[in-house]
């Protein structure tokens, strides 16, 4: 069984600024996957980042970051230089590697303010 | 390059009515699965196509089906419905073999009311 914890209901960031999203989880799968997705008011997900379990190295898309710590399980997200377009709701999700199935979090809503 | 499509956008039904859901997956991809998502929540798994057979699914009772066509294309039946069925149903396309084999892709939704 996997979980997915975001324990952050909502953060807001100044323009321009950092903000780092926080995201744990459990998962019995040997290897598995971790992602967040984006979901604007307009409710398309839109995948944001992808960790591969395996690999050691933190994943970079661009102004996108993430912390991967696998002995605590936890899985954050570092936006740099933040913009108004990042404003949405980003989920942290889990899946395996057999199957597509995919664990989401509860979402954390992030304001950005100009 | 098109990517997921799903249809209708909306769609109000009575409890107890029936509905059908459907999703065209990305090009080139050959897995669909649906999630169900209520207001304010994360997405819900419900189950997952592939090679016109369901390979897991959720915990979602039997009223929830699916199927999957030759094309990959996809639909999910809600039968009797319930006031709780409200909600967006989200499809996601993926592809089982070659690099970012199980990066999935979604689409736009549906969104069910149930009154």
């Known amino acids: 069984a996997q979980t997915v914890t975001q324990s952050q209901p909502e953060m807001s960031v100044q323009e321009a600024e950092t903000v780092t999203l926080s995201c744990t989880y459990d998962?019995?799968?040997?290897?598995?996957?971790l992602f967040w997705y984006k979901q604007p008011p307009s409710r398309q997900m839109i995948l944001v980042i992808r960790?591969?379990?395996?690999?050691?190295q933190n994943a970079t898309e661009n102004r996108f970051s993430v912390n991967f710590q696998k002995a605590a399980k936890s899985f954050s997200l570092k936006i740099s230089d933040s913009q108004l377009g990042d404003a949405a709701m980003y989920f942290c999700?889990?899946?395996?590697?057999?199957?597509?199935?995919?664990?989401f979090g509860q979402g954390t809503i992030l304001t950005v303010h100009p | 390059d098109a990517g997921v499509t799903q249809s209708p956008t909306h769609l109000i039904k009575t409890r107890g009515q029936q509905v059908t859901l459907r999703c065209s997956p990305k090009?080139?991809?050959?897995?669909v699965s649906w999630y169900q998502q209520a207001l304010g929540q994360g997405p819900q798994f419900i189950f997952q196509?592939?090679?016109?057979?369901?390979?897991q699914r959720g915990n979602f009772p039997d009223r929830f089906s699916g199927h999957q066509f030759p094309n990959y294309s996809s639909e999910l039946n809600v039968n009797a419905l319930l006031l709780g069925d409200s909600a967006l149903y989200l499809c996601?396309?993926?592809?089982?073999?070659?690099?970012?084999?199980?990066?999935?892709?979604f689409g736009p939704g549906t969104r069910l009311t149930v009154l």
């Open positions: 999700a889990s899946g395996g590697t057999s199957y597509g199935k995919l664990t």
């Open positions: 998962t019995s799968e040997s290897d598995y996957y």
């Open positions: 960790q591969e379990a395996y690999k050691q």
């Open positions: 090009s080139g991809h050959d897995t």
């Open positions: 196509y592939y090679e016109e057979e369901e390979r």
């Open positions: 996601a396309s993926t592809r089982l073999a070659g690099p970012r084999y199980n990066e999935q892709f």
